[in-house]
């Protein structure tokens, strides 16, 4: 096995119409609707993309996110994001696109065929625990080349702030216990300065780490049939009405409403 954190290829699929209030892309995105609408919003407009259509967002961007599922049917979307090394490592790679704008907002595409057989393939070697690396990174670097043919561009890497440093560190292990030593041990700082670091960037460790926590439970409620309780263990909770507590101030349902 030859793990390939530069991209991340991910399912989701319910039967329930649900809203994921201000939630934050941390990754350039791309995905594409199998079944089902989806619908982006914020204070300045919105977006909707229907069945058979790719959208496109980019990072560090915060979208209240409406799933809706087919009458009787399901809400099916499949997705991938790009870390922004992946993004720096297209632009190295095929400079020719230095001056296309960068997507701002979010945009669409086609989800012809060209699409889905490039999107397909890169899906299946990062989904392929045999895949090499140069594989996985191939095909991700095909999927961003496909898009930025159509004139679809995410933006060079930029310096990560303190609070996507964090949220990467724990999003490796969302199950393990996070105390700030822990975090400001692992870059290297004093307590004093990572909590300066973070408070300057208007959050704290402890507000990170839940966040972390309670995406992937989304992300797991969202793209498995694991039990409430086994998500819960998995993304950090020893108690199953806490997690539930927690997950519903943050959404405003509980995480039994996603399994009907």
Known sequence: MNPFAGATAQ?????????????????????????????????????????????VIPRATQWDMLNEPVPGGHYEARMMAFSPQTVERFHDRFGQFVGTPAVQGCASSAADDAFLTTFGHATAALLDPEASHAVREHRALEVLLLLAERGLVFAPMRELD???????????????????????????????????????????????VREVRLEAAMALLQGSSLHVSEIAARCGYDSHSRFSAAFRQRFGYAPSHLRP
Do not use: M, Y
């Open 162 to 208: 303190w609070t996507d440093r964090v949220h990467r560190l724990v999003g490796q292990r969302p199950h393990a216990v996070w105390t700030v030593e822990d975090l400001a041990r692992a870059f290297h700082l004093s307590v004093s300065t990572l909590q300066r670091r973070l408070s300057e960037e208007g959050t704290s460790a402890s507000r990170c």
């Open 11 to 55: 399912l989701i699929r319910t039967r329930v119409s649900h809203l994921v209030r201000t939630a934050t892309v941390r990754d350039d995105l791309v995905g594409w609707v199998v079944s089902g609408r989806k619908r982006l919003s914020k204070p300045i407009g919105e977006a909707r993309f229907n069945t058979g259509q790719v959208f």
